[in-house]
């Protein structure tokens, strides 16, 4: 039976897609493994967005909170509002309540992918904080740790992303994902989707 990796994100600018975009590809290049990606609905109306100038969205399909419950690990993506996850995501993750008062996503893998506008907007404090939806779920938080290599220690250029996951820089919007940041991605969903693997394997076997 194939392990399910859903990809659920929120992305205004693209920024966060294109990171969910190449974790696909991570997670899908493990055997065994399916892949889809979701978006969770947005919560401004389209003259609020167009002021912001925010492009159109995708075609990715929008994801209902029940709907979590079919996956055997989910990878969630958001860009940061002063060092938290975007509104947009909280009020999702805010109307799973019905999945937490039956548990139904506990012990089931979670990671978390991110954007931030500046160096010191939340790398870090956007994923932290992001772990205490995680844990009212019950869900196994797998961070990528160092397991990229030296690319976590690349110090010749500015680069997004941390132990807790794949990351980029927005800037002031057209700043798009470089080829490090990329690599990050990819690896972390083949290395989560790995993950993932593992932990069905051993609840089938027990």
Known sequence: MAVKIYIVYYSMYGHVEKLAEEIKKGASAVEGVQVKLFQVPETLNEEVLGKMGAPSKSEVP????????????ILFGFPTRFGMMAAQFKAFMDSTGGLWRTQA??????????????????????????????????????????TFGAGMFEMEQVKGGSPYGAGTFAGDGSRQPTELELGLAHHQGQYFAGIAKKLKGSSIDA
């Open 105 to 146: 996503l506990s012990g089931k893998p979670a990671g978390i992918f991110y954007a931030t506008g500046s160096q010191g907007g939340g790398q870090e404090t956007t994923p932290l904080t992001a772990i205490t939806q995680l844990v009212h779920h019950g869900m196994v938080f797998v961070p990528v740790g160092y």
């Open 62 to 73: 929008t994801i209902t909170a029940n709907e979590l419950a079919e996956a055997d690990g």
